[in-house]
């Protein structure tokens, strides 16, 4: 069918952010009844693709341009492309996050902050903060969550060096994988792989995956003290970027 009106994403928008404002554009009540009605299909949020925007909109989302971790229908498993990376499920939040001074300035949701080993934003040196259940309407609208804290340093830890440089370093990486499209992103992954398995106590990979299977929210450290020493851990192995 298509809708009336599809603007282009901003650069690094998020999916949700985007598919919420193309129900606001036109006039659907919310995602998930434009949704249901324009891809007639049993589609979530989650498993919207490259192929149901197109449908939808007409844009061709490509790595380069258009809306980031979107689900890649060409695997079996749940993988979700981030510019040339192919990302497992098990590397994103549950929850949707958000930087309160980002949002204060330009209120787009970035993919990136749905990436949960990047726990913080660099522009601001500040803690990503979770979306509540409340903030759903604001966001709906095209506002900024209620709960923003445009002065949030609620997790002192977070501004320790060492975790603010190994997330630089891990976006200087990925930042390079884009450019050279993908052809070194098994080393960063799988140096992220190994060390989330070391901070949870598991032998390999397949232990995770079972993990996930087992408790399918709980399977990636949830809080900021778990990640920081993840990270700590990844810099302390000298990834080269």
């Known amino acids: 069918m298509g809708l009336v009106s ?29 949704v249901s009605c324009q891809l007639q299909e049993d589609v979530t949020i ?20 258009g809306v980031q971790l979107l689900k890649d229908d060409t695997y079996d498993e749940n993988l979700y492309r981030y510019y040339y990376l192919l990302l497992p499920e098990y590397h994103l939040r549950s929850k949707e ?6 949002m204060a300035e330009n209120p787009v949701m970035l993919a990136k902050w749905n990436i949960a080993w990047l726990p913080m934003c660099l522009k601001h040196n500040c803690a990503l903060e979770a979306v509540e259940k409340e903030d759903a309407q604001f966001l709906r609208q095209g506002g900024v969550p209620r ?27 990925l930042e390079k994988q884009s450019a050279l499209q993908g052809a070194d992103e098994h ?12 901070c949870l106590g598991l032998d390999d990979i397949v232990q995770l995956k079972e993990r996930k299977k087992l408790y399918p929210m709980r399977y990636f450290p949830l809080n900021y003290r778990d990640t920081l020493r993840m990270l700590e851990c990844i810099d302390s192995q000298g990834l080269v970027v």
């Not at 989650?46 to 341009?65: C, F, Q, W």
């Not at 996050?97 to 980002?102: D, K, L, S």
């Open 147 to 173: 709960s923003i804290k445009l002065n949030a340093a609620s997790n002192d830890e977070l501004y320790i060096d060492s975790a603010y440089q190994a997330q630089a370093m891990l976006e200087a990486a």
């Open 97 to 102: 996050h958000y930087c309160p001074q980002c």
């Open 187 to 198: 080393t960063v992954l799988k140096v992220i792989d190994d060390t989330l398995c070391r």
């Open 46 to 65: 989650k498993d919207v693709s490259g192929a149901h925007i197109l449908y939808m909109t007409g844009h061709v989302m490509t790595a380069e341009r």
């Open 6 to 34: 599809h603007p282009w994403p901003e650069g690094g928008q998020s999916l949700d952010c985007y598919l919420r404002g193309l129900a606001r554009t036109n006039g659907y009540q919310s995602v998930d009844l434009m």
